[in-house]
């Protein structure tokens, strides 16, 4: 004898907490197995505006790249590329490197340029940007 009528066809409740301790397991998991990427600083001189560009350059050991507009850059008028490494290297000879940009380069392909110097040891870089030219 049954005081309760249950009816046949009625709708179950599905309980919530096995699914929030598996959601919660889950976010542990991933937070705990998480690698950030480690963003690398670049030191980066900017000429002022009072110090004489031609004066820098003049020096003896201070050379002078201009970064083209197709990713690549250019050193007493030779082109290469901003991954030659061997090209690179050379530029460690020189105490200072100042960088400067044509009028229709990105700036992006600047900043790898920078990069790439710093991996292969120059350690003095100086962007010489020109005030006339929008870099992109």
Do not use: C, H
Not at 94 to 104: E, F, G, I
Not at 108 to 133: C, F, H, M, R
């Amino acid at each position: 004898m049954s005081f309760i009528d249950i009816p046949t066809n009625s709708k179950r409740v599905v309980s919530l907490t096995p699914l929030i301790d598996v959601v919660f397991i889950l976010i542990m998991f991933f937070m705990l197995t998480t690698q950030f990427e480690r963003t690398q600083v670049l030191d980066v001189l900017v000429s002022s505006k009072g110090a004489s560009a031609a004066q820098v350059v003049t020096q003896d050991d201070t050379v002078r790249v201009v970064v083209l507009n197709d990713g690549t850059w250019q050193l007493n008028n030779q082109q290469f590329s901003i991954n030659d490494t061997e090209a690179l290297r050379e530029l460690t000879t020189y105490k200072n490197v100042r960088v400067s940009a044509s009028d229709d380069a990105i700036l992006q392909d600047v900043i790898n340029l920078v990069d790439e110097l710093a991996k292969v040891g120059v350690n003095e870089v100086v962007w010489l940007p020109d005030t006339n030219s929008a870099v992109r």
